[in-house]
């Protein structure tokens, strides 16, 4: 599915996801970002944000391998690469099809919703080093996220913010992007207050 054109909204992404995930048990990383397309980094932030704002957040260890994953992926777009790279042993884990079906029905509701407000404006926040500046506020994320294990809903929160981050990058709505940078810096003051308390 790799030659295929990038989802170009969230129902998008998921009747993708959705397909990929039938008749199996487990859908592995690697499978889900084939799905998905693997020329641009804007889809792959979209997926490990709606992964986090499921169920599948929910079991050990999936906040710490989103996080992981968006620091390789995104910190390839600060190195300039076209296509990105991912270690064997990141895209061959496998999460339950169950669980994501779960999630991707959760989602269902609000993604027409969403898709129908987001469209290209405000370039300049989205492009260039818009672009660059975003990719550096994810990976702030990604850096946290083992904590948010501990934290309850942290990863939920950050898995917003990285839902409209990637939808950022797919539709260009500089709109968008600052209501991701606010949840963004949300995030992180409940997360030190919760831990500090």
Not at 42 to 64: A, E, N, Q, W
Not at 124 to 150: D, F, H, Q
Not at 181 to 193: C, D, Q
Request: aromatic residues 4%; positive net charge; contains cysteine.
């Amino acid at each position: 599915m790799d030659d295929q054109s990038d989802p170009a909204n969230i129902a998008q992404l998921l009747d993708r996801l959705e397909a990929v995930a039938a008749n199996r048990s487990h859908v592995s990383i690697g499978e889900m970002m084939d799905a998905i397309g693997r020329r641009t980094f804007g889809p792959v932030v979209l997926l490990v944000g709606l992964i986090l704002v499921t169920p599948l957040s929910g079991v050990p260890g999936i906040p710490t391998l989103m996080g992981l994953l968006t620091l390789l992926t995104l910190g390839q777009v600060l190195l300039g690469r076209k296509r990105f790279w991912l270690p064997a042993w990141l895209v061959k884990r496998k999460v339950s099809q169950r669980k994501l079906l779960q999630g991707l029905k959760l989602l269902r509701p609000g993604a027409g919703k969403i898709d129908r407000l987001i469209r290209p404006r405000l370039a300049l926040l989205v492009k260039g080093p818009g672009l660059y500046v975003m990719a550096l506020g994810c990976m702030v994320i990604a850096v946290v996220m083992p904590a948010t294990e501990v934290v309850p809903f942290s990863s939920s929160i950050a898995g917003v913010a990285l839902v409209l981050f990637g939808l950022t990058m797919i539709s260009k709505d500089g709109l968008l992007a600052l209501f991701a940078w606010g949840i963004a810096l949300t995030g992180p003051i409940m997360l030190v207050r919760n831990l500090g308390g």
